[in-house]
């Protein structure tokens, strides 16, 4: 109780009342999306989202997550100097869009017009990777509850325009661009947020801020960029291995089943914070992690059940074939919590190479277990290769911290220092 009392309970609270507003929100364009588009073209716009996301942190070189980890250690890291980065690196953006534009055009073969991506997925880029880059400010300065907040309102923006192309009887393309103004306004709104004395700068200012925010974000992409692979590869092996008929039943699974992230993604940004702080204890990572996982695991066992009567009634008969695949997700977030809270913290408290390594094993046991499982299976085959993946994830990330722990025992014994931080 007293943990829950503290600043880092009410930041909790915060997140994560912020959070499940947000996750009705995406609940509502989950929703909406299935009833405007077709199977065929709900896949396609899941390809086409989660390209600019992973793009987005390609662009971004980590400098997101290295500001968070940095701003409360380095004088010369400040947020002003993080925006003039970030403009820099949009440029990056665009070039990486454009490939992008050409990979979905001729590898993944997308039924949209060079004019539909040129209108659609190019601001749809540019406004992603600036709602990313915003909302981890917002973070690093101690309020993962206001980014929570941002967050939620782009959701609400963007389901307003979703029903708006529902009742117009608009198509892809306006799906697309409504997903556009929901990011515009959470990158519009989480610098609203920040308050400006977080922008000064002091007239004794060292240089090398922004060179250190680069080289550290590039450790940690392996993390960041690792993780964000492995949660989205299931939907482009499936495309491959399958069609986007099949991607379309399994990104409506994914909405139910994936929603209960919201309470071990909240408690992870505080863990994150706490960390980066030097403010978390053993005892509370452990409250955080079991609390998180106990939540799932009573959540997952309700989709399961629910499932039968919840996706034809919600998204339609159509996707009806899309039970099965919502009930293996929801014992794949059981497997994934521990992880999303644990590695939040590991990064937080600066052990760069552990972050980057169980972001690159994460998307290597991934592929492995998709290419396994997929054929002859299609959506209930990448929903088993993430109960396997997650389970991987988590278990090595454990590991690792175990081994830290055990090297810097040995190292106390040996020169009788104190530990600077709870993984130590």
């Not at 919590?337 to 760069?352: E, F, K, Q």
Request: proline share 3%; hydrophobic share 50%.
């Amino acid at each position: 109780m007293r943990a829950f009392r503290s600043s880092s309970g009410k930041e909790v609270l915060g997140t994560t009342i912020w959070g499940v507003i947000g996750l009705f929100g995406a609940l509502l364009c989950g929703v909406i999306t299935a009833r405007l588009l077709l199977p065929d073209d709900r896949g396609a716009l899941a390809i086409v989202i989660t390209t600019v996301t992973i793009v987005s942190l390609v662009s971004g070189l980590g400098t997101n997550i290295s500001l968070r980890v940095l701003l409360p250690r380095d004088a010369r890291i400040t947020l002003r100097g993080y925006a003039k980065t970030s403009i820099c690196l949009a440029g990056i953006q665009l070039v990486a869009l454009s490939c992008a534009a050409y990979f979905l055009l001729e590898v993944i073969n997308i039924d949209m017009g060079l004019g539909e991506i040129v209108l659609g997925i190019l601001p749809l880029g540019i406004a992603a990777f600036f709602a990313n880059q915003s909302s981890d400010a917002l973070s690093a300065t101690g309020h993962p509850s206001r980014a929570s907040m941002a967050n939620s309102i782009g959701f609400g923006v963007t389901a307003v325009f979703l029903i708006l192309s529902w009742l117009l009887h608009f198509g892809l393309l306006f799906a697309v661009l409504a997903y556009t103004a929901g990011f515009i306004t959470r990158a519009v709104v989480g610098m609203i947020l920040i308050d400006s004395k977080h922008f000064a700068e002091p007239d004794d200012l060292e240089p090398g801020g922004t060179k250190a925010l680069v080289r550290k974000g590039i450790g940690l992409m392996g993390m960041n960029l690792g993780q964000s692979i492995a949660y989205r590869l299931d939907q482009y092996l499936l495309a491959t291995l399958a069609d986007t008929r099949e991607v379309g039943f399994y990104a409506v699974a994914t909405t139910p089943a994936s929603l209960i992230q919201v309470v071990s993604n909240s408690i992870g940004q505080v863990a994150f914070r706490d960390t980066a702080q030097n403010q978390m204890t053993r005892r509370k990572l452990v409250l955080f992690t079991v609390g998180a996982t106990g939540v799932t695991g009573i959540y997952a066992g309700w989709v399961y059940f629910a499932a039968p009567w919840l996706v034809p009634f919600v998204f339609g008969e159509e996707y009806a074939s899309a039970i099965d695949i919502v009930r293996i997700l929801a014992l794949a977030e059981i497997a994934l919590s521990p992880y999303l809270v644990l590695s939040r913290a590991v990064a937080g408290a600066g052990h760069i190479r552990l972050s980057s390594w169980t972001g690159i094993v994460g998307m290597g046991a991934m592929a492995f277990f998709l290419v396994l499982m997929i054929p002859g299976n299609e959506g209930s085959g990448a929903a088993w290769a993430c109960v396997a993946g997650y389970s991987t994830m988590s278990l090595f990330l454990l590991s690792g911290m175990q081994l830290i722990r055990w090297r810097t025992n040995v190292r106390l014994n040996d020169r009788k220092m104190l530990p600077r931080s709870v993984l130590n």
